[in-house]
Nanobody
């Protein structure tokens, strides 16, 4: 069973919105840090946002400067799902978006995540 499955990508005009979902098949989902990264053609995988995991009532979120104020990461632990709400989209947001999960991560370091999804394409037209 694939541990992470992203959905919700598509084609949108600049200024529009999309919500990405990441359905997880992980034991103790609430304990995992969950993050979103993206990769544009010819570029390295880029950190977007991470929410911590510890099973408590408070989760902290970290964002890349390029998306701060436009994107929101949140999680539904009851349904083992991670979301990324993307508003005010720009053409430079065009990329394949991946969700990752890790037991202990450095938020911006993709190499510290244990699981990845297959990605979902987001294309923003100008």
């Amino acid at each position: 069973q694939v541990p992470l499955v992203e959905s919700g990508g598509g084609l949108v005009q600049a200024g529009g919105s999309l919500r990405l979902s990441c359905a997880a098949s992980l034991r103790t989902f609430s304990l995992y840090a969950m993050g979103w990264f993206r990769q544009a053609p010819g570029k390295e995988r880029e950190f977007i946002a991470t929410t911590t995991g510890h099973g408590g009532s408070t989760y902290y979120a970290y964002y890349a400067d390029s998306v701060k104020g436009r994107f929101t990461i949140y999680r539904d632990n009851a349904n083992d799902t991670l979301y990324l709400q993307m508003n005010s989209l720009k053409p430079e947001d065009t990329a394949v978006y991946y969700c990752g999960a890790g037991a202990s991560v450095r938020p911006k370091d993709a190499g510290t995540y244990d699981y990845w999804g297959q990605g979902t394409q987001v294309t923003v037209s100008s």
